[in-house]
Nanobody
Framework: QVQLVESGGGLVQAGGSLRLSCAAS???????????MGWYRQAPGKQRELVAI??????TNYADSVKGRFTISRDNVKSTVLQMNSLKPEDTAVYYC?????????WGQGTQVTVSS
């Protein structure tokens, strides 16, 4: 089992920046088996959507809506950071950390990001 804990959400004005962090804990075997970590978000009344993911080899994938503004990085096998710049009101959502380990999908509890216009 893997537990994911996010931090770094909050309220920011449009054009501002926030940095989200996610750390995994739990079974060392499961943690070492994490091959992809990423961030998803869910706005009120909308489905959860991919924001950015990063693989063990460092390859990344971003939603078109955040390309050029958000950067995902992976400090080590069990943590990831999402740097969000030039934030827009439409980025307002609950952001969830995700980790894929083998056939298992783990989720954090979510952190609220609110961007005011």
């Amino acid at each position: 089992q893997v537990q994911l804990v996010e931090s770094g959400g909050g309220l920011v004005q449009a054009g501002g920046s926030l940095r989200l962090s996610c750390a995994a804990s739990g079974s060392i075997v499961s943690i070492l088996s994490i091959n992809v970590m990423g961030w998803y978000r869910q706005a009120p009344g909308k489905q959860r959507e991919l924001v950015a993911i990063i693989s063990r080899d460092g390859s990344t994938n971003y939603a078109d809506s955040v390309k050029g503004r958000f950067t995902i990085s992976r400090d080590n096998v069990k943590s990831t950071v999402l740097q969000m710049n030039s934030l827009k009101p439409e980025d307002t959502a609950v952001y969830y950390c995700n980790a894929k380990s083998g056939q298992h999908d783990y989720w954090g509890q979510g952190t609220q990001v609110t961007v005011s216009s």
